[in-house]
């Protein structure tokens, strides 16, 4: 799972900001404002909370890149 979001991270959007450039990943707080009936609600939680989950590890591997977590 990181391996894609990596690359895409380091190719993409670092290339474009460049590597001294700070990097703010928002968490998506999708259990509160889900618009999808059950059971697409509760996919699109679990999918919301591995994407979050991916932006922390992110956080832990790459320099000037910070993840802020959904409220609660």
């Known amino acids: 799972m990181g391996n894609v979001t990596d690359v895409f991270f ?3 959007i670092k290339s474009v900001v460049g590597s001294d ?3 703010i990943l928002p968490g998506m707080p999708m259990q509160l404002a ?3 009936p059950p059971p697409l609600s509760y996919l699109a939680v679990y999918a919301s909370t591995v994407w979050d989950e991916q932006k922390r590890k992110m956080c832990d591997e790459l320099a000037r890149v ?5 409220p609660r």
């Open 21 to 23: 450039c700070w990097v």
């Open 66 to 70: 910070r993840f802020v977590p959904s």
């Open 34 to 36: 889900t618009i999808f």
């Open 10 to 12: 380091k190719l993409k």
